[in-house]
């Protein structure tokens, strides 16, 4: 079992020729609206790939939530635990998508925001007999340290989106940022090369392995004394929003199943990378066998 506490929210995603600079006014594409939310899509993306997958959040009592709860359920995420919050709006993510598939994304929590240690305990069975639990920072911080401590599995930790003042729950496993999450963290530069970015993930403390995502450039993966680097397979991107989360929620599934960490994280850059090749955050996350068809091509 994978136990996902996070984020629900709807995207709504434009395509645009280039990222305003403040003050600034582009003409983008016609909108689209997707599922989404780190949490959601993490929680899919698992599910997906063959995961026995549970999710704890929130959502509003607005049109967005049935989107949403329906969206989870048909891809067979347990949502006994996700519950509806009167008075506020679900969760929605703003979109802005370039001709390279770079994205840049402002989140408005809603319901989201209203996750605290109560639903977390009131989740106490599922998340002590999760062999993963799976924990982002689109909720507030009371969320992730009460499932962290209740967790009976790996508790591994996307600290994204970056929040300068945020708390890193206790009793991390494993560390998942991207290089802009990594500086914030250690408080250093965005690192550059992969020796910058040893060295900035060498300050990080309390988790027991760190896995740096870095685009096309790969994965680090630092461990002990150790750190390896995973490079990316080669694929033309179209849109790269949901990345990371399949990312993450590949390599809670193989996790689960027993491999070992760089072969999860090597199976996991396998998941990412077809994902960038489609639009959308939930339409473009990978299934197993595609996953498994992409593996033996790249071998």
């Known amino acids: 079992m994978i136990a996902v506490v996070g984020s629900l929210n709807l995207d709504l995603v434009v395509p645009v020729p280039k990222h305003p600079v403040p003050g600034e006014t582009v003409l983008g594409g016609d909108i689209a609206q997707h599922p989404g939310g780190k949490g959601a899509n993490q929680a899919v993306a698992a599910a997906r790939l063959g995961g026995n997958v549970a999710f704890v959040g929130r959502v509003g009592e607005d049109g967005a939530a049935g989107v949403m709860l329906d969206a989870v359920r048909e891809e067979g995420v347990d949502t006994t635990h996700i519950a509806r919050t009167p008075g506020v709006p679900t969760g929605r993510a703003l979109i802005a998508v370039d001709p390279a598939g770079e994205n840049s994304i402002i989140v408005s929590p809603g319901a989201n925001s209203r996750l605290g240690a109560a639903d977390c305990e009131a989740a106490a069975d599922l998340l002590q007999k999760a062999a993963v639990t799976v924990l982002q920072q689109e909720v507030p ?6 499932a962290a401590r209740l967790a009976g599995g790996i508790v591994l930790h996307n600290p994204a989106p970056a929040v300068a003042d945020a708390v890193a729950p206790p009793h991390v496993d494993l560390l ?10 250690t408080g250093t530069p965005v690192p550059e090369t992969i020796e910058d ?3 900035a993930a060498r ?9 740096v995502t870095l685009g096309g450039d790969g994965v680090l ?21 949901a990345a990371g989360d399949s990312f993450c929620g590949a390599l809670a599934v193989a996790l689960a199943e027993g ?4 072969q999860a994280a090597r199976w996991a850059c396998a998941a990412a990378a077809i994902s960038t090749t489609r639009a959308g955050a939930q339409p473009s996350l990978a299934r197993r066998d595609e996953v498994e068809a992409f593996l033996a091509r790249h071998r």
């Open 141 to 146: 911080d009371e969320a992730n340290h009460t």
């Open 176 to 185: 998942v940022p991207n290089r802009t999450e990594l500086a914030a963290l």
């Open 197 to 199: 970015v040893v060295a």
């Open 203 to 211: 300050k990080l403390t309390g988790a027991a392995a760190v896995i």
């Open 221 to 241: 993966l630092l461990e002990g004394a150790s750190h390896l680097h995973i490079p990316a397979f080669t694929v033309r991107p179209v849109d790269t929003t």
């Open 259 to 262: 491999r070992t960490l760089e």
